[in-house]
């Protein structure tokens, strides 16, 4: 059995190798430079076909490391969390000299905030919540980067260690204060200003806590409630606004309080993942209400 050293980080990796992630605005230049660049959509194939980026091929990291590619590609995601195409690039620059492999920074998401042109078709179709667990979000997400916003959409309590009554009537503890965002992911910047396509995050900063994002990309926002449904509701609204890159941590605070340990959780609004639906896992389908401008 073969064994490899772990990587620090994906980006450390990256570097290494040479693979590198490309802005929505520096791949536009690129395009409309006439360069020819291989785009490649990692993401499910249901994804892939109600709308991709222009001439985009839909494969997998390993099929892309199997085929004769040669030049520049760039791999991209739907930029909604995790390192796939960052980890797609790593894999081809190890497997072909021939190519130079960059990544998509802030994947389909931040393409189409940008104004960036795809397939997809104007008018209503369904739309996707993506939620991210407390595992995903104190590991993989809690990179110090500056990418990663939360999004704080609980009540405001009035005093400290009152909480307010949920929405949904579910009942507190009075002794139980609400809990502190800062403390719990001290990597991660924080706010509950909703921001708006063009806004630079507006965060809540303290001693080690994220720069901003870097130039040319947009942060991924993590919403958390206190599972009253209010993130899905926020999430709907900013994406009707033009916010593309955010997500719902599954099961809000209560999540957090429990260590992402499982636990009973509310289907449905608030609820958490829900079932497997056109092969894209950890994705929800919600009314069609979205429309494409």
Known sequence: MKTYLP??????????????????????????????????????????????????????????????????????????????????????????????????????????AMGGQTSERKGLRPAHQRYVTYQELAGDLADPSGTVVLLDVRPERKEAGMPAAAATGQAVAASESPVDLAAEFPRLAATRTLPRPADAPSTQRGPGRAAAAAPGTTPLYVLIDAGDGTAERTARRLRAAGVARVVILAGGESAIRRKGAPGLMRRGSGGGLDEERDGAPDFATIVQEEAKP
């Open 7 to 112: 990587c620090l980080s994906v980006l450390a990796c990256a570097l290494a190798l040479g693979a590198q992630a490309v802005t929505p605005a520096e791949l536009q230049a690129l395009l409309a430079a006439g360069e020819r660049v291989a785009l490649i959509d990692l993401r499910p194939q249901a994804a892939y076909e109600a709308g991709t980026l222009p001439d985009a091929m839909r494969m997998s990291a390993r099929e892309a490391a199997r085929k004769p590619l040669r030049g520049r590609v760039v791999f991209f995601d739907d930029g909604l969390g995790g390192a796939a195409a960052a980890d797609a690039a790593v894999l081809l620059a190890e497997k072909n000299a021939d190519v130079q492999a960059d990544s998509l920074a802030g994947g389909f998401a931040a393409w189409s």
